[in-house]
């Protein structure tokens, strides 16, 4: 089975462009997850999804980031305009509604390089 | 705010001895607890749980340890293989409210020595 899709795998863009990272959950999953990756601050959750409907999105840094799920099968975090300090590993994760709690699948990342 | 912290950045250990890499939490109203394995240019990958109300568990060489009272949590791994030099990190969710909502700790490197 496929695992948790992300893409691109890595992005470089400059300072006050648009990025929009995208994900493809796990078929059956109905929890979706984003999560950001630094040296810094390690693993943070910007916000998550059930049912396609964001729960959480206190983890979002600031109104240059926003999230959206449209249908059970995509999602996209997008930041505009982008900043070097968003420059990170963004991690996509989905969960089973009958897995273990805590179980989550992650997809392999997307590195943002941010100049 | 709560968060759960690691005690060690670094662990390397010969191949074939037992790896113990600890965990402090603080939130005591955490029901699960989880253990995840990162490795290089990859997402991090379910290890094992524990329940709060339980204090170990076992899996395939790997086995977690829960002491509320002073809450720590640890991961053993028995007969340490080149294949677990990862990141391992510890991460808490509470059941109820929290769905699958994890707070990570920063993580311990394991390095694994031929």
Same mark, same amino acid.
């Given at each position: ?30 929890? @979706? !997850? ?6 810094? *601050? =390690? ?21 240059? &980031? ?5 249908? %059970?099968? !995509?999602?996209?975090?997008?930041? /505009?305009?982008?900043?070097? *300090? ?6 996509? %994760? #989905?969960?089973?509604?009958? $897995? *273990?709690?805590?179980?989550? !699948? &992650?997809?392999? $990342?997307?590195? @943002?390089?941010?100049? | ?6 005690? @060690?950045?670094?662990? #390397? ?19 699960? !607890? ?6 290089? $240019?990859?997402?991090?990958? &379910? ?12 899996? /395939?060489?790997?086995?977690? @340890? ?7 949590? #640890? +991961? /053993? ?8 030099? %990862? ?19 920063? =993580?311990? /490197? +394991?390095?694994?020595?031929?």
């Amino acid at each position: 089975d496929a695992g948790v899709i992300q893409s691109p795998r890595h992005e470089v863009t400059e300072m006050g462009q648009e990025v929009t990272l995208r994900c493809k959950p796990i078929s059956g999953h109905n929890s @979706l !997850f984003w999560y950001r990756q630094t040296m810094m *601050r =390690g693993l943070e959750l910007l916000i998550y999804f059930n049912n396609n409907v964001p729960i959480d999105d206190s983890g979002m840094p600031e109104d240059r &980031f926003s999230a959206k799920m449209p249908n %059970a099968s !995509f999602s996209t975090l997008k930041i /505009q305009p982008s900043e070097p *300090r968003d420059s990170a590993v963004y991690f996509c %994760a #989905s969960s089973s509604p009958g $897995g *273990r709690p805590g179980e989550l !699948f &992650f997809g392999e $990342g997307s590195r @943002l390089t941010v100049l | 705010g709560e968060s759960v912290g690691l005690h @060690l950045p670094t662990l #390397s250990v010969q191949e074939g001895d037992n790896s113990i890499i600890n965990c402090a939490y603080s939130n005591s109203a955490s029901d699960y !607890f989880i253990w995840y394995k990162q490795e290089s $240019g990859k997402g991090p990958q &379910f290890i094992i749980d524990i329940r709060s109300n339980m204090d170990k568990r076992q899996g /395939q060489r790997v086995t977690v @340890l829960l002491n509320k009272t002073v809450k720590h949590l #640890s +991961l /053993q791994i028995a007969a340490t293989q080149p294949g677990d030099s %990862a990141v391992y990190f510890c991460a808490e969710t509470p059941i109820t409210g929290g769905g699958n909502k994890l707070t990570f700790g920063t =993580g311990t /490197q +394991l390095k694994v020595e031929l």
